[in-house]
């Protein structure tokens, strides 16, 4: 985190699926007329409502950082992602003034967060700490806001003040909709953003969230902040990609697509360990010197991140092992293990154009000639390097290429 000590902030949350240009818009307005030093881009962690669903965190914050390059004062912040649980307005608000010692906050919102502001968590202790800044569509009731505005002030003592931005249409619900139809976007997004959702295919592949059961989703939005911390950005998107993929063979192959999200979000965790630490945690895990020895530096991730998430009280064999043996591949990987195998390989942030006729092959029920295809590339791209094939790689090809995969 920045420093933020005596800086008059301006904190503007929200999903930002996608973040488009009104965000955009919003936060160069603010910055142009009020009073701030820094703006905190936020996006949400957990959601209140467990039906909600929304895109991975990762790709939601990719989405902002990406939509907010180039503007000088303005930081993104994982805050509420890294945060167990869901978290309201109050509560971050009250840890940044803890945590930083701001002069003063002041919380961004749209004209609509005026109209519903009552119905807010604790909103009379959450005004008491900050300033409200309500931005001016352009096309707004401007009495009816100035209404509102006095009315709030009165009921709850605080201080609401307004700022203007062109009128717009622009609503992330309706992008949203617009994208699952595979509908393609034109000028709506910043180019950076249009860019990475057109290349990650991020809306068509989460139509399949709906059909995960609430109680599981909220299982994989906590699992995601929890391992939040083990990884840098670029991993975690990669781990989005992978998880969401996933979820999409899933659906295809009849297996639980909560398990295939874990799996995916969580394959890498403990790529970016310390290689002794990662040493140490795969020979927890796989309890055989043998077959430590099968693992190179490169490859100690995979057991390391099964053990990592051992620890932490899951028991899902068959999770742990396709955690385990998704750089190797073995003899007898079950649909779920090869699914986290050819995710990992081929989700869309991999651009590379030999990938497709695997796809083709994984999403069109042939699971087994997607690995055997898929081990050649990997074989191809061994030789090329001048690496050695590792004895499980070769197993897992042997029982594709034998029928027994």
Known sequence: MIDLTGKRIGLYGGTFDPFHNAHRKLIECALTQLPLDIILVMPLGQPPHKTRRISLAAHRFEMARLGTEGLQGVFVSDHEIRTPGIDYTLETVLRLKEQHCPSQVMLLAGSDNLQS????????????????????????????????????????????????MPPTTLASSDLRRHLMGHGELSGQCPDAVEAFIERQRLYP???????????????????????????????????????????????????????????????????????????????????????????????????????????????DTELLDAIAFHSTGHGEMSVLGKIIYLSDKIAFDRPFSRLEPIRVLAESGKIDEAMKLCLEEVFDALERSGVELNALTRDAYHACAGGTC
């Open 117 to 164: 502001i009552d119905s807010w968590y604790r909103v009379e202790d959450l005004l008491r700490e900050v300033t409200f800044a309500v931005v001016k569509r352009g096309d707004d009731d401007n009495d009816n806001l100035a209404d509102k505005a006095r009315e709030t002030a009165m009921r709850y003592g605080t201080r609401v003040i307004f700022f203007d």
């Open 205 to 315: 592949l989460s139509t399949v969230y709906s059909m995960i059961e609430d109680d599981d989703w909220e299982r994989i939005i906590a699992l995601e902040g929890w391992s939040w911390r083990f990884i840098s950005q670029e991993r975690r998107v990669h781990s989005a990609s992978v998880a969401q993929y996933a979820a999409h063979l899933a659906s295809i192959y009849a297996v639980d697509i909560s398990k295939a999200m874990a799996g995916g979000l969580i394959h890498d965790m403990a790529k970016e360990l310390e290689i002794e630490e990662q040493r140490e945690l795969a020979r927890s895990y796989l309890n055989d010197k043998a077959m430590l020895s099968s693992f190179t530096d490169e490859l100690l991730h995979g057991p390391a991140a099964a053990q990592l998430v051992t620890m932490s009280g899951e028991r």
